[in-house]
């Protein structure tokens, strides 16, 4: 039963040492490659003639399966090109300007609540200080 475990193990590394032929899209062939490392970008491979490293996207189609990987989406439009799309549909803008009307008096209600606070703390601070210095003006005479 020990024994078996190490064979499976050795017949396991033996299949990954296995070297195959790859060929790339531009027609360039690595003889007798091993993978000797997977990459988010590519592959490394040995080779007789040394090691190099090879893009997923110059390999075909089944050898990017086969390693699973998949092409990188396409990258999105832009933002003002998706708020140009949306200003032709006017139940999308009219949302949109609802929503910025929202934002813009919520913050002008909260801003206006801090200020208010602020300026009745500093009234009441204000009286205190005047009430206090009075009576430290009547105590001196």
Known sequence: MKYCGTLI???LFASLALSEDFK???GKIYKDATVSRIEGDG???RT??????????ELPQDVQERF??????APREPFYGRWAAATEDLAVLAKIIAAGSVIIAGVAL???????RRANN??????????????ALMSSR
């Open 9 to 11: 193990l050795a017949v």
């Open 24 to 26: 790339t899209a531009s």
């Open 43 to 45: 592959i490394v491979l």
């Open 48 to 57: 007789e003639a040394g090691i190099s490293k090879v893009y997923f996207t």
């Open 68 to 73: 699973h990987w998949a092409k990188p989406e």
């Open 110 to 116: 909260v801003i206006g609540h801090i200020r208010s």
């Open 122 to 135: 500093a009234s009441k601070t204000h009286i205190a200080t005047e009430s206090g210095s009075s009576c």
